[in-house]
């Protein structure tokens, strides 16, 4: 994808909400990984078979701020509404390298 880190997280984060997996496969880096408080460092076909379909379980993800923090280094912070109740924001840190992403490191934040 052509475009800065942040956009094609932003793609990436929008793709998700829509589960258009067609659309998102492509921005990540074969040798992707995704971190997160109940994943660790698993790669890509995992990342897509377990995480990438649970859009269905928010009732709302709202981005607060999309920040690249360096050439390759983006922060997502967004908040989210479960269909089981509550609101959440969690802040991830996305490495994107050559229009990949290559890394996501999520951490959890607490109930707003």
Partial sequence: MN????????AA??????QDREAALPLY???FTFTSPR???IDRAAFFARCF????RMREQRMLHLTEAGPELVFAYYEYEP??????????????????IREVRVFFGGEV
């Fill in 13 to 18: 984060f929008r793709f998700y909400r829509a």
């Fill in 83 to 100: 269909t089981a109740g509550g609101r959440y924001r969690n802040v991830e840190a996305i490495t994107v390298r050559d229009g990949l």
């Fill in 53 to 56: 379909p649970t859009a269905d």
């Fill in 39 to 41: 994943d660790d460092h």
């Fill in 29 to 31: 880096a074969d040798d």
């Fill in 3 to 10: 475009g800065s880190p942040a956009d094609v997280v932003e």
